[in-house]
């Protein structure tokens, strides 16, 4: 069964490929796992070269029980899982299984970038029993045992965006056992409720935190985030298409790096959903998460702070961090203005402040519209060994909520003393309602070796808090009372 699931697992990722060889026969093809057809792409049909069925073969991700492997200059390629490896060259007919040598009848080759590789070599020699129908044009595999037809949900094949490498079993048809559209949540399962891209950002809305697994891959570039014992909720399916293999995609334009996204329900028991970043070129990203269900993912040009050599001064070292800037805006508020002006206008002013404070040294991630990355952030507070790390943000949230009021987030225990002096300051400072200090697995929060904060100063969603966090008086008051907490926690 070990082999009957990869040899699944393995086909629908080699049916999921745009760009049959022209070489194939034009005439709609089927391929039948123990009586129940795997869907083909439209753009992917397998193709008949030489009286034999050849599929495209993409790029199994590494790491879940099988490799495939391409090695660019001498065209080989190498399938592997357990006890079972399979390597064959383009253009070349002698491939090998194991320590065996086997002679194909016709050799794999590359159409349009796309590999094309024999059917029957590949079911047969890992463990399926593989017939051709000339008639119907179909190709039937057998399990061993005879075949219940796991692994393939209502006769329904992963095709775009189920990302190779990844099981793609059990897609489900739309609907459920209750008669609804959406899939019914364990007791554990997350709701993705929402999905937007704007401002250099892909965020993912959950009905609850979610430790996504994001990870880069090639050929062609994208980023793909994985996001265990998800579903889709209803909320999701009225804003976003579906359809009804549980997959949907919209295009992003006028995106120097982002071509378009999609996304899947993935896996079935447990669910998980799958998002991927179609990319132009490679890109570098962070992820952050706010413990309550926002996932962000931040396509970054980072701009690297250089530390100024240590003073030795016997100083407290302090590290204040204006957030978002340059290509990351952040938030935009109800009068149009942008987060990262307010973060960085009383970063500035804090600035002023400690440069009257002789037993304080302090840097500044950034003193200018730049961008920064979040680990370089992190990295420059720990290189200079900082004292405390100050994070500037302002908060938003989507409608129907409109909440007003400031927040402090803290993610290691060791911050929560900091947290609380810096919280008291905030709320004397904003005179805004007192949403508490929170628990958050931040990046500047959780990498920083030092305790650290970030305060989310106001919500620029709200019509009071906005009117008040672009007023000069206001800034003043906000970066006096930085200054007083990080006083009173530094004892000076």
Known sequence: MKKLRFIVLFMLCLLAVPGISQAASPVSTHIYLDGHELTQPEKAQAGIVDGNVM?????????????????????????????????????????????????????????????????????EEMGLQVSWDNKTKSAHLYSPDGGSGSGVGGGKSASNPNEEGRTPENVPQQGNSNGGGST??????????????SDNRLQLSASSDIEPSVFKMDGPDRIVIDLPQTSFSEQFASALSLDDTMRGEFAV????????????????????????????????????????????????????????PSSGNGKRIVVIDPGHGGTQPGATSKSKKQEKDFTLAVGLKVQALLEQEPDIDFVLTRTTDVTVSLQDRAKLAND?????????????????????????????????????????????????????????????????KMPAVLLEVGYLSH??????????????????????????????
């Not at 009071?464 to 530094?490: C, H, P």
């Open 184 to 197: 019914v949540p364990s007791a554990t399962q997350a709701m993705l409720n929402g999905i937007s891209f």
């Open 463 to 492: 019509d009071k808090d906005d009117a008040l966090m672009y007023s000069e008086d206001f800034q003043q008051s906000v970066a006096e009372g930085i200054v007083a907490g990080i006083k009173e926690y530094l004892g000076l």
């Open 55 to 123: 599929v495209p073969l993409r790029v199994v991700l590494e790491g879940l029980g099988y490799d495939v492997a391409w090695e660019k200059k001498t065209g080989s390629v190498t399938v592997s899982q357990a006890d079972t490896t399979l390597k064959f060259v383009i253009g070349e007919k002698l491939a090998q299984s194991g320590d065996r040598e086997i002679t194909l009848r016709t050799a794999p080759f590359l159409q349009n970038n796309t590999t094309l590789i024999p059917l029957r070599f590949v079911g």
């Open 253 to 308: 334009t006028d995106h120097p790096s982002v071509s378009q996204i999609r996304y899947a329900l993935f896996t079935r028991n447990p669910d998980t959903v799958r998002i991927v970043l179609d990319l132009k070129a490679p890109s570098p990203y962070s992820v952050t998460r706010d413990g309550l269900g926002l996932i962000t993912i931040d396509l970054t040009e980072s701009t690297v702070v250089t530390p100024p």
């Open 384 to 448: 200079l060994n900082a004292d405390i790390f100050i994070s500037i943000h302002g908060n938003s949230i989507d409608p129907p909520a409109n909440p007003s009021g400031s927040e402090t987030y803290y993610t290691r225990e060791e911050s929560i003393p900091l947290a609380n002096v810096m919280h008291k300051h905030l709320v004397a400072a904003t005179g805004l309602a007192d949403r508490k200090v929170r628990y958050s697995s931040l990046h500047v929060t959780r990498e920083t």
